[in-house]
């Protein structure tokens, strides 16, 4: 058996909606089943959905305090007050103020931008900078992603005699900012049909709003904002995201060629994932490791070789960040392993002087993935007092409202349910995690602890072909909310498999059902290799894509999960290295178990865990159900009775026997006669000095000769002493099966030939026989 880590949750679309869509859009039954699984149970919605066009604009007006924020701008312009761009140091912080500064100086603004210092300011709006934006004579401050947990600083900017717009995205609280107008998509007084617009869209209804039209000009860097900010491509997202990327394909903007070349991206193929993947690494990487304000002058450059350079510029950046957070990710993964204080915790906090706060929300997503537990990341400023992080959360845990119930601790946070900021004092840092652990242990449950695989729909075989996958893409862009489908094909067989790359990290496979094949690579799966066995039903789990080679395309299934309710045989017999076998088995899964106890003895120093000796006691309570046969047992009865008790999910048979009669087989009865009749014409035979002649000249093995002997002797047909062999006169009458010698080496010939030497389809059919009550015929494999 091959445990998944995760949970499969799939979807079974009705197939009756799915023939429906599929007839009426002209569309392939792997798209119709997306759509139908995604919610659209209608031709006429799921035509809307793929035709989306500017008709899903929403009037920028529906927002609540636009038309004051309009006018509040253009009285700005009109009296030739400055104006001040306040953003945020992340992609969507850089693109928002784009936007909201292309508007302003598009219609005459003096206008400037001022993105906070990661490391001096903190995130949101800082009472320093808005000081100083006062001192520099500005008149007018708009924030962009950012602002509406700054109630202090806004105040402040109140006092000065500033005015303040705050347009954000961004949880509010339950007190808002005392600014002049607040645009936000969920403004508790406000109605707007979408509250799911990222930063950079709430800058853009502003810009709508002040253009007087939808200003197409815009879209390509709203795409790259809300990609990069993992809202939700639904709605209005949907259609900025779409445009965008096909503006992006088309544009003539220095910023995007540059990015493109620095990302190696062909512009013409720009896609959500080149953005998400190419794009939004290289911004964010500015305010990750400093000053993010030059992203803005970089996506506004005019200047061909100006872009350039500062592409090379994020491009440096993102690889400095890349390494920073490789390092952070490994010091904090062995704290979780090493302290258990921290490992133990439902919630895992962790902390270390002199992390680059700017990445660790990074290192917490990564954590998330190893351990799939809420976690939170702090860099501790021992200068300060102070501990400063990101967090990130699982389904199940709410963390914005996790944390919103240690308020007393946590003076400064803010954030979504999925992830979250803070500052807190340093010495605070125990009790979060003490407190955030019983919060989780309240709320989540063991189930909630699985990660889950959201698998849109399970595919037959005969249903992938290259223009079906190219139909898929008709339901682009993919994003949170509308992810990427993910696909699973149940009960098929591994064909072949084998590791790939230069460390066999990864994995090929050619999977097969109902007479078909497809081939499947996983990355970093290189291990499957020695989890999989041929002969069982598998289910696969992943997105499908074609591939291309020499001008041939073929579909192609990139593995995300695989996972088999049957047990497996994985045959390790008649390798006697055992290095060789020793590493493809997970040791701290497995039970050694021996038969003998000169096994054990051969083997104690070559395998550096206790191997188990066979006894009646022996169960699922001390035998792990992954099991290593390390020997063959004294009869089947014995083995049988080992699988009734353990009921093995995974067998290992290796089967050693230091000494195998099958080859040499049991002499035959005309054997027995003739060397039976030397003897007594012999009446003394001196074994030492003349067997070996003896078995060159009749062409037998001496170890034949000798068994023969032994036979002979424990039936009393002669007797033996120092080496010299006597016939018996008179001898009993007895049968030569009779003798236990006999009988233990015909046993045990049968017993190699049923397990050693049978090939691997017999054995296993010989062990599902006993494990699932019938054999497997080779039709159903």
């Known amino acids: 058996m091959t445990a998944t880590e995760k949970r499969w949750r799939i979807n079974r679309p009705d197939e009756q909606l799915v023939k429906e869509l599929q007839d009426g859009l002209k569309i392939s039954s792997i798209t119709a089943k997306i759509l139908v699984a995604r919610g659209f149970n209608t031709v006429e919605a799921a ?44 992609a969507d912080g850089i693109t928002s103020t784009t936007v909201m500064k292309t508007v302003l100086q598009d219609l005459g603004a003096d206008i400037s931008h001022m993105i906070p210092n990661r490391f001096t300011d903190g995130y949101g709006p800082s009472e320093r900078l808005f000081r100083q934006a006062y001192e520099e004579g500005f008149k007018l401050i708009i924030t962009v992603d950012n602002g509406i947990a700054g109630n202090h600083e806004v105040q402040v900017a109140k006092d000065l005699g500033m005015d303040v717009i705050i347009t954000d995205h961004h949880e509010p609280g339950e007190i808002l900012p005392p600014a002049d107008v607040i645009i936000h998509p969920r403004h508790p007084e406000g109605h707007y049909p979408f509250g799911e617009l990222a930063g950079v869209g709430v800058a853009f209804k502003v810009a709508h709003a002040l253009y007087g039209e939808f200003p197409k000009h815009l879209v390509e860097i709203v795409a790259i904002g809300t990609i990069a900010d993992l809202v939700p491509l639904l709605d209005e997202n949907r259609y900025l995201v779409k445009a965008g990327i096909e503006a992006l394909q088309l544009s003539t903007r220095p910023a995007v060629k540059a990015l493109c070349k620095v990302s190696g991206t062909n512009q013409q193929e720009i896609n959500e994932e080149t953005i998400g993947f190419g794009f939004a690494p290289r911004l964010n990487a500015l305010g990750r490791l400093g000053d993010a304000a030059p992203g803005v002058d970089f996506l506004m450059a005019q200047d061909t070789n100006e872009a350039i350079s500062m592409a090379n510029y994020l491009n440096e950046q993102n690889k400095e960040r890349q390494a920073i957070v490789t390092d952070i990710t490994e010091q904090a993964i062995a704290m979780v392993e090493n302290d258990e204080e921290i490992g133990n915790s439902q919630v895992l906090v962790i902390a270390e002087e002199g992390w680059n706060p700017g990445v660790v929300g990074i290192v917490a997503s990564r954590l998330v993935e190893k351990y799939y537990r809420p976690t939170i990341i702090l860099s501790i400023d021992v200068e300060k007092g102070t501990a400063k992080g990101s967090a990130r959360s699982i389904e199940g845990f709410h963390m914005y409202k996790e944390l919103s119930k240690n308020r007393e601790i946590l003076p400064a946070f803010g954030g979504h349910p999925m992830a979250a900021g803070m500052t807190l004092a340093m010495e605070d840092v125990d009790e979060l995690r003490y407190r955030l652990d019983i919060q989780a242990r309240e709320c989540l449950t063991e189930e909630d602890l699985i990660p889950v695989l959201e698998v849109d729909i399970p595919l037959t075989m005969d249903e992938i072909d290259i223009e079906a996958i190219e ?27 084998r590791k790939i790359g230069a460390n066999e990290d ?89 038969f003998r106890e000169a096994t054990i003895s051969y083997y104690e120093s070559l395998i550096p865990k206790e191997i188990l000796e066979f006894s009646e006691n022996i169960s699922n309570a001390n035998c792990r159900p992954y099991v290593v046969l390390l020997d063959l047992p004294q009869n089947v009865q014995i083995l049988e009775s080992l699988l009734i008790c353990v009921k093995p999910t995974r067998i290992y048979a290796h089967f050693y026997i230091p000494d195998s009669h099958y080859f040499d087989g049991m002499p035959t009865r005309e054997q027995f006669v003739w060397y039976y009749s030397f003897l007594r014409k012999r009446q003394t035979f001196q074994l030492r000095q003349h067997l070996t002649d003896l078995a060159k000249h009749k062409g037998w093995s001496r170890d034949m000769l000798i068994f023969m002997t032994q036979v002979f002797f424990e039936l009393g047909f002669v007797t033996i002493e120092n080496g010299l062999a006597k016939i018996v006169d008179d001898p009993p009458k007895k049968d030569l099966t009779s003798a236990k010698i006999y009988q233990e080496r015909s046993q045990q010939m049968d017993l190699e030939q049923t397990l050693l030497y049978a090939p691997y389809k017999d054995l296993r059919d010989w062990f599902d026989l006993r494990l699932n009550g019938q054999a497997v015929s080779e039709e159903e494999q």
């Open 506 to 594: 990864h994995i090929k496979l050619q999977i097969g059902s109902n007479n078909q094949e497809l081939d499947a690579v996983g990355f970093h799966k290189g291990y499957l290799v020695d989890e999989l066995t041929y002969g069982i039903k598998v289910s696969f789990a992943g997105d499908l894509q074609i591939n291309e080679w020499n001008g041939r395309k073929k579909p192609q299934l990139m593995l995300q999960d695989v996972k088999t309710n049957e047990w497996q045989l994985f045959d390790l017999r008649g390798i006697r290295q055992v290095a060789r076998w020793l590493q493809t088995i997970p040791l701290e899964e497995v039970t050694f178990l021996a």
């Open 471 to 497: 139909d898929v893409r008709t339901l682009a862009p993919f994003g949170t909310s509308f992810a990427k489908p993910m696909y699973a094909i149940e009960d098929a067989s591994v064909q072949s498999m």
């Open 47 to 90: 035509r809307d959905f793929l035709t989306i066009d500017e008709n899903a604009i929403h009037d920028p007006f529906e927002l609540h305090g636009m038309k004051e924020a309009v006018e509040l701008i253009n009285k700005t312009i009109q009296d030739k007050e400055k104006i001040l761009v306040y953003g945020d140091y992340d």
